[in-house]
């Protein structure tokens, strides 16, 4: 069977450009404007022509295909068939190789999808060479694959097929993601309604301002006043056990691993010798972690059960509720679209905008009596959990 590399041209050369201005703008693709499965670019990115031609960059044209060579961007399936380039040119990212197609060989977008298919990927990943996170797919490993279909007319009816079918695709995968975030807001509009007394927890029915009086909270009746977050929960109550045991365990919770709807998703089990910093927070079970980062604001998990001692990255602030203040629904406030909103207006700094546990303490937040917080615990721990349980399947799906 023929072989790919009598098929394509690899790294074609920039000598064959006309000339250019030094200071006309080209196409600038780093890796990350390449995206992964079935590929795409971002031609948004420019650079001034003279900045480009110096540099280790590889040189690509309109209709050229781009391909990742490095681990893991390879697996992950970067790529892309270059298309509406500024100036008709591109420079990539020295990571990728760029892929001539032999018009009269092989059809560009057949080429594309074979680059796709898992025969041609494993394949490429026997000729990886190199250690660890840098292993790369050789040129050989490219150029020696041999397609198993060569008819340039068979190419394009395959093309044509799967542009049909992956447009198809891709419209359901974008009506499920859509139902998706139309669930979120869901859940967070009812968390916020509950917490602020607009859901009457009992028969699940939305009040009016009219039906309950009393004073606004976020700029809607709630039965109870506002107390500061600091008279209904302890902050940062804990720190860490004096201890000079190197083998000293814990599962660090890490700011990048907890979200909003599923928790914490994950812990790194480390010894004390390995990450000796004072300024982290012990935590235990039923205690509440809110981000006090901006970037991560919607980082806010309630800590379960765990053999081994706990302990949160600084980026939280660890909340544990008072005597007459039921955790589950602290858990709800903190959630809450108004108590996210005043973190974010009172977050304060420039690269990584965050709020003082000080400031954070002071944040008011509504406190009816315990039977209350109960019910309306119970009543969103039902209700989120039947949101959830759609929006996983349609994850799923």
């Keep these: 069977m023929i072989r790919l590399r009598h098929m394509v041209r690899i790294g074609p050369s920039p000598s064959e450009m ?60 970067k790529k892309a068939i270059a298309q509406g380039l500024t100036n008709g040119v591109g420079y990539a990212t020295s990571e990728v190789y760029v892929l001539r197609p032999n018009r ?17 990927r494993a394949v490429a990943m026997q000729s990886m060479t190199g250690a660890g996170g840098l292993r790369r797919v050789s040129e050989n490993g490219v150029l020696d694959y041999r397609p198993k279909i060569t008819d340039l007319a068979t190419q394009k009816a395959i093309a044509a097929f799967l542009d049909r079918e992956t447009a198809r695709i891709d419209g359901l995968i974008e009506t499920k993601q859509r139902f998706v975030a139309l669930l979120g807001e869901k859940r967070s509009a009812l968390i916020t309604a509950a917490v602020t007394g607009g859901i009457d927890p009992l028969s699940g029915q939305y009040r009016t301002p009219e039906a309950k009086g009393g004073v606004m909270y976020w700029g809607e ?4 006043s506002l107390r500061p977050l600091k008279h209904c929960c302890h902050v940062n109550p804990a720190v860490l056990p004096e201890t000079t045991d190197p083998d000293w365990e814990f599962d660090y919770i890490d700011i990048g691993s907890v979200s909003l709807s599923e928790g914490v998703t994950c812990k790194e089990r480390m010894r004390f010798a390995d990450s000796p910093s004072r300024a982290r927070k012990p935590v235990r079970e039923g205690d509440i ?22 302990v949160a990255s600084t980026g939280f602030a660890v909340l544990q509720a008072k005597k007459g203040v039921d955790t589950g629904f602290l ?6 679209n108004p108590f996210i909103e005043q973190v974010v207006a009172k977050s304060t700094g420039v690269s990584y905008p965050a709020i003082s546990p000080s400031t954070l303490s002071n944040i008011k937040v509504p406190l009816p009596d315990l039977a209350t917080q109960k019910a309306i615990a119970d009543f969103l721990d039902r209700e989120t959990a039947r949101i959830d349980r759609i929006t996983g399947k349609t994850q799923q799906s």
């Design 18 to 77: 006309k000339p250019l201005d030094p200071e006309a703008e080209v196409t600038f693709a780093p890796m990350d404007a390449l995206a992964d499965g079935l590929g795409g670019l971002d031609t948004s990115r420019v650079k001034p022509f003279s900045e480009v031609a110096r540099g280790s960059y590889n040189y690509f044209r309109e209709g050229d295909i781009l391909l990742a060579k490095v681990t893991p961007c390879f697996e992950n399936g």
């Design 104 to 120: 009269g060989k092989i059809e560009p977008r057949f080429l594309l999808y074979l680059l796709c298919s898992e025969d041609f």
């Design 221 to 224: 009746t709630v039965r109870s």
């Design 289 to 310: 972690l809110v981000s006090t980062v901006r970037t991560y604001l919607k980082a806010i998990a309630a800590i379960q059960p765990a053999d081994t001692p706990q």
């Design 331 to 336: 858990y709800r406030v903190v959630q809450s």
